[in-house]
C-alpha cells in the first residue's frame, strides 16, 4: 500500500514563495509520474504539475513559469516550488500519481495566498 504525505503549505502574502514536499511510503516510488493537485473552495481538484520518471515535466497555464515541479527518487519525494503566489494559488495541495488513484490521496497541505 503506497502513502503520500504532503507538508509546506501556510500562509503567505502575494508574490511570496512556498516549497511543497510530497513523502512517498513503500516501493517503485521512481516509477511512477508524479502531479501535484490543488482543490479551491467550491472548485474540482486540479492537475497543477506532474513529472515523470525521467524528469519531463508539464504544467498548467496558470502556473506556467512561477511552479517548478521536481523530484528525488532516492528520498521518495517530489516538489512544488512555487513562486509569486496570487490570492487564486489558495488551495489544498495534494500529491497523487498521474493518472490519479482514488486510494493514494492524503491528507494535503493548505496553501494561502492573502494580504
Not at 507538508?7 to 516549497?19: E, F, I, T, Y
Not at 516510488?29 to 506532474?50: D, H, I, T
Request: proline fraction near 4%.
Amino acid at each position: 500500500q503506497v502513502q503520500f504525505v504532503e507538508s509546506g503549505g501556510g500562509k503567505v502574502q502575494p508574490g511570496g514563495s512556498l516549497r511543497l514536499s510530497c513523502v512517498a511510503s513503500g516501493s517503485d516510488f521512481r516509477a511512477y509520474v508524479m502531479g501535484w493537485y490543488r482543490q479551491a473552495p467550491g472548485k474540482q481538484r486540479e492537475l497543477v504539475a506532474g513529472i515523470g520518471s525521467v524528469d519531463t515535466t508539464n504544467y498548467v497555464d496558470s502556473v506556467k513559469g512561477r511552479f517548478t515541479i521536481s523530484r528525488d527518487n532516492a528520498k521518495n519525494t517530489v516538489y512544488l516550488q512555487m513562486n509569486t503566489l496570487k490570492p487564486e494559488d489558495t488551495a489544498v495541495y495534494y500529491c497523487n500519481p498521474v493518472p490519479s488513484t482514488s486510494s493514494y490521496w492524503g491528507q494535503g497541505t493548505q496553501v494561502t495566498v492573502s494580504s
